[in-house]
């Protein structure tokens, strides 16, 4: 799941080059989703035409979310830089390649399932082949259980201990 980087237009047809290069030479099965539809989305979608007659790659405008998440569960590796690659793999301990700059800031690498590269052909690769190393269940955006936690809240009398008269603010006396 390779998404465009609106603010990195002018570099991103030789980065999804890269990627779908990198991929191809891999020699490993893969399924791809589409691109959300940010400005750039048309880029890389014209590269993903390489995969077409590839019985490497299969290719979905999208995937329902529970199928994406059985598929995810199965999965070897994912690639590219969607968020999924962030917060729903460590859960299942799938490991993940988070490729150029989108999201950066979002996670932290030591004791993690991530690799982040370039997307550099030559970074790709290398990660790829690394793979097997990052296997690990990496709960930092919870532990599955976030229904049961809900419920629990709903459930408190506290969260239901409030006032429910509207007040009237004078936001001049505020100033």
């Given at each position: 799941?390779?998404?465009?980087?609106?603010?990195?237009?002018?570099?991103?047809q030789?980065?999804?080059?890269?990627?779908?290069s990198a991929l191809?030479?891999?020699k490993?099965?893969?399924?791809?989703?589409?691109?959300?539809?940010?400005?750039?989305?048309?880029?890389?979608?014209s590269?993903?035409?390489?995969?077409?007659?590839?019985?490497?790659?299969?290719?979905?405008?999208?995937?329902?979310?529970?199928?994406?998440?059985?598929?995810?569960?199965?999965?070897?590796?994912?690639?590219?830089?969607s968020?999924?690659?962030?917060?729903?793999?460590g859960?299942?301990?799938?490991?993940?390649?988070?490729l150029?700059?989108?999201?950066?800031?979002?996670?932290?690498?030591?004791?993690?399932n991530?690799?982040?590269?370039?997307?550099?052909?030559?970074?790709?690769?290398?990660?790829?082949g690394?793979?097997d190393?990052?296997?690990k269940?990496?709960?930092?955006?919870?532990?599955?259980?976030s229904?049961?936690?809900?419920?629990?809240?709903?459930?408190?009398?506290?969260?239901?201990?409030f006032e429910?008269?509207?007040?009237f603010?004078?936001?001049?006396?505020?100033l």
């Amino acid at each position: 799941m390779y998404h465009p980087v609106t603010t990195e237009f002018s570099s991103l047809q030789q980065k999804v080059k890269n990627l779908v290069s990198a991929l191809m030479d891999s020699k490993k099965n893969y399924i791809v989703v589409y691109p959300n539809n940010d400005y750039g989305s048309e880029i890389i979608l014209s590269e993903y035409k390489r995969f077409d007659n590839n019985e490497h790659f299969r290719v979905f405008p999208s995937i329902r979310f529970e199928c994406f998440l059985t598929m995810l569960k199965n999965a070897e590796f994912m690639i590219g830089n969607s968020s999924a690659g962030i917060r729903e793999t460590g859960v299942y301990g799938i490991p993940t390649i988070d490729l150029g700059s989108r999201q950066h800031g979002r996670y932290v690498l030591e004791n993690s399932n991530i690799q982040h590269v370039n997307e550099d052909y030559t970074e790709i690769l290398e990660a790829i082949g690394q793979i097997d190393r990052y296997g690990k269940i990496n709960l930092s955006y919870g532990k599955g259980n976030s229904t049961e936690q809900f419920i629990e809240i709903l459930r408190k009398n506290e969260t239901w201990d409030f006032e429910i008269q509207k007040k009237f603010v004078d936001i001049h006396s505020t100033l």
